[in-house]
Nanobody, 128 residues
Framework: QVQLVESGGGLVQAGGSLRLSCAAS????????MGWFRQAPGKEREFVAA????????AYADSVKGRFTISRDNGKNTVYLQTNSLKPEDTAVYYC?????????????????????WGQGTQVTVSS
C-alpha cells in the first residue's frame, strides 16, 4: 500500500507559478511510475504529466507542455510539478498517482486506469 499526499496548491494570478509536491509513504517509492492529473469542475479528470521511476522519461499533455515540469526525488519519496505561466484554464484539483513498476520497466503512463494509488488532491486556482 502507498499513501500519497499532495501539497503546494493555492490561489495565484495568471502568469504566476506554483510548485506542487506529492509525498509518498508506505512502500518502496523508487520503482513507482508517477503521474499528475487534474479535474476542473464539471469536467473529467485529465492527464497532465507523468514520469518513469528513474526520472529519465517524462510526458506532458499538450496544454501544459513548455509551462509545467515534472520531476522526482527518490531519496525524499517525493514527486514535484512545477507550474509556470499559469492560466485561468489551469484551475482544477490536481492529483498525483502512483503505479508500481519494476527496474526493467522504466516507462511512464498517461491513462487513469494504469495507476494503482491516488492522493486526495490539492486545489489550484488561477485568477485572471
Amino acid at each position: 500500500q502507498v499513501q500519497l499526499v499532495e501539497s503546494g496548491g493555492g490561489l495565484v494570478q495568471a502568469g504566476g507559478s506554483l510548485r506542487l509536491s506529492c509525498a509518498a509513504s508506505g512502500r518502496t517509492f523508487r520503482f513507482y511510475a508517477m503521474g499528475w492529473f487534474r479535474q476542473a469542475p464539471g469536467k473529467e479528470r485529465e492527464f497532465v504529466a507523468a514520469i518513469s521511476w528513474s526520472g529519465g522519461n517524462t510526458a506532458y499533455a499538450d496544454s501544459v507542455k513548455g509551462r509545467f515540469t515534472i520531476s522526482r526525488d527518490n531519496g525524499k519519496n517525493t514527486v514535484y510539478l512545477q507550474t509556470n505561466s499559469l492560466k485561468p484554464e489551469d484551475t482544477a484539483v490536481y492529483y498525483c498517482a502512483a503505479k508500481e513498476t519494476s527496474f526493467l520497466s522504466d516507462s511512464y503512463y498517461y491513462t487513469l486506469d494504469k495507476y494503482d494509488y491516488w492522493g486526495q488532491g490539492t486545489q489550484v486556482t488561477v485568477s485572471s
